[in-house]
């Protein structure tokens, strides 16, 4: 079955820098397109950005464009995100989810990880 | 950016009865819409795609429905599992989420 697990979240301070992994297994990780989406404290989710699935495109959501780097590493079957830049409104929870389908339009979200807590405060 | 609207965003249900979810667009989004579920410090679930489509695991008490910008989820005879926060999302042009639904009991 799909799983995938999140790591690296914790506690840094404004301005600095955090690097998220995600780690995917139970699905050929290679033929899926992959997202990050967070979710604050209490609060709905947010997309962060996507990468398709050889790596080739990426886009990013207006509040991280900029500041947020998404890869991936289809030989370790692996999905990262830099986060750089860092202020208090990046304090959530962060999910890696896997798009729906190997379609074109597929791009709902079939499978989220557990998610990994980054808090932002000096 | 297409704005996702939600309603209600608390919705008290008593076990056995029926839950009516609705989600507005503010652009039609064609039927590129899903519902994921929520419970408390969990992550979200696929629920239902392309509008109307389950995802497995959910039973058939789960429906959706609609297209365009007008979109609807009905969890007939509520079961205690089923009381969440659910979120719609479009993914017709770029990706953008409601802001919940709470459905409590």
């Known amino acids: 079955q799909v799983q995938l697990v999140e790591s690296g979240g914790g506690v840094v301070q404004p301005g600095g820098s955090l690097r998220l992994s995600c780690q995917a297994s139970?699905?050929?990780?290679?033929?899926?397109?992959m997202h990050w989406v967070r979710q604050a404290p209490g609060s709905g989710l947010e997309w962060v950005g996507n990468i398709w699935d050889d790596g080739s495109t990426k886009h990013y959501g207006d509040s991280v464009r900029g500041r947020f780097t998404i890869s991936r590493d289809n030989s370790k079957n692996t999905l990262d995100l830099q986060m750089s830049s860092l202020s208090v409104e990046d304090t959530a929870v962060y999910y890696c989810?896997?798009?729906?389908?190997?379609?074109?339009?597929?791009?709902?979200?079939?499978?989220w990880g557990l998610g990994t807590l980054v808090v932002v405060s000096s | 950016e297409i704005v996702m609207t939600q309603s209600p965003t608390t919705l008290s249900v008593s076990p056995g009865e029926r839950a009516t979810l609705s989600c507005r667009a503010s652009?039609?989004?064609?039927?590129?819409l899903a519902w994921y579920q929520q419970k408390p410090g969990q992550a979200p679930r696929l629920v239902v795609y392309?509008?109307?489509t389950r995802a497995s695991g959910f039973p058939a008490r789960f429906s959706g429905s609609g297209s365009g910008t007008e979109f609807t989820l009905i969890i007939n005879s509520l079961q205690s599992e089923d009381f969440a926060v659910y979120y719609c999302?479009?993914?017709?042009?770029?990706?953008?989420f409601g802001q919940g639904t709470k459905l409590e009991i």
């Open positions: 989810a896997r798009k729906g389908g190997v379609g074109a339009y597929d791009n709902w979200f079939e499978s």
């Open positions: 652009q039609s989004v064609s039927n590129r």
């Open positions: 139970g699905f050929t990780f290679s033929n899926y397109g």
């Open positions: 999302q479009q993914y017709h042009n770029w990706y953008s």
């Open positions: 392309g509008a109307s």
